[in-house]
């Protein structure tokens, strides 16, 4: 039998999921554990966590040594990583469809993760991703994820293609300086979509406690 060629696996990934950002599964077991353990030592009382683009799973997994008492929701809008991420389900693990209005609908979480989902890594030497990812796209994600964290929560935030510094609702974060830096490269593109070079390195960002006229109080959940 032919072997389908990888770019046309993307392609049709691309075409059958229109609201995926990265294509990539790329995961591991561990992948980031100056991010993991900043996180809990931030919040080590987070009782309710969403790894939202978990992949196959091993972020959850993960998540649950360095969170033990911490219920864990996995999140991916590709149904074959939430598929296989089931393997990995326990009663305190388990695995979502990446659904707005479900996830909406779930309350809202302690800690959220997002790590190396909002971007497209077929993107990253390009000078500018203006037209082939713009803000926006991004921007809309962020306050979506923004909308499901609770106040004083603690937003996760790696390895995507813009700076959260950027978002529009950046203001109602404060970050949390990591004691150790993650190893490896966290490529980011200034607002205009332009490639930089600047260094981002913020990562843990806790929510402000809610005000009136805070871009909290925007409803952003599409159907
Ligand atoms: C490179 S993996 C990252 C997995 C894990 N977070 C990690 O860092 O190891 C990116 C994942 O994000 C998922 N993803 C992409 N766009 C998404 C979206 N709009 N909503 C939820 N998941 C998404 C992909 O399906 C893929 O499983």
Sequence with gaps: MRKI????????????????????????????????SGAAAALPEARRILSFGCSTGEECVTLHKYFP???IVGADI?????????RHASDKVRFVYARDRALSSRGLFDVIFCLTVLRDSRLDDDSSIRESYPFERFDERVRFLHSLLRSAGLLVFYGNMYRFRDSSVAHDYEVIPLKHTPVGENITFARDGSNDGAQYLDVLFRKKAAHTGSSADVATATP
């Design 5 to 36: 060629p990888r770019r046309t696996l993307r392609r049709a990934k691309r075409l059958l999921l229109p609201g995926i950002h990265q294509g990539s599964s790329k995961t591991g077991f561990d992948r980031y554990p100056e991010i993991f």
């Design 69 to 71: 008492q911490a219920e």
């Design 78 to 86: 590709n149904p074959l990583n939430v598929w296989r991420a089931r």
